[in-house]
């Protein structure tokens, strides 16, 4: 699934997810040279440095189909 991961210092890099649990999501993002693993802590996503990041990403809601701006399944995490 192909997702935007936001830093602090306002620095935004695309990313695909390869794997996604409650707690944490392991994902390949431009600019890194290894996987980064992205941690939750109540309602706030940190990365592997601790840094609060926020992420978006567009789920299709069938195979297939894509999101609309009629059904939107943006989500934002919490910041």
Known sequence: MYS??????????EAFILKATKNRIRV???GFDDA????????QWF???GE?????FLAADSPGRTASA?????????S
Do not use: D, H, K, Y
């Not at 609060?52 to 978006?56: A, I, K, L």
């Not at 009629?70 to 919490?78: C, D, F, G, K």
């Open 4 to 13: 935007l991961i936001g830093f602090s210092n306002a620095v935004i890099v």
């Open 28 to 30: 390949v993002a431009a």
């Open 36 to 43: 980064i693993q992205l941690r939750r802590v109540g309602q």
């Open 47 to 49: 990365s592997e440095t």
């Open 52 to 56: 609060p990041v926020t992420f978006e």
């Open 70 to 78: 009629e059904n939107p399944m943006t989500s934002r995490a919490a």
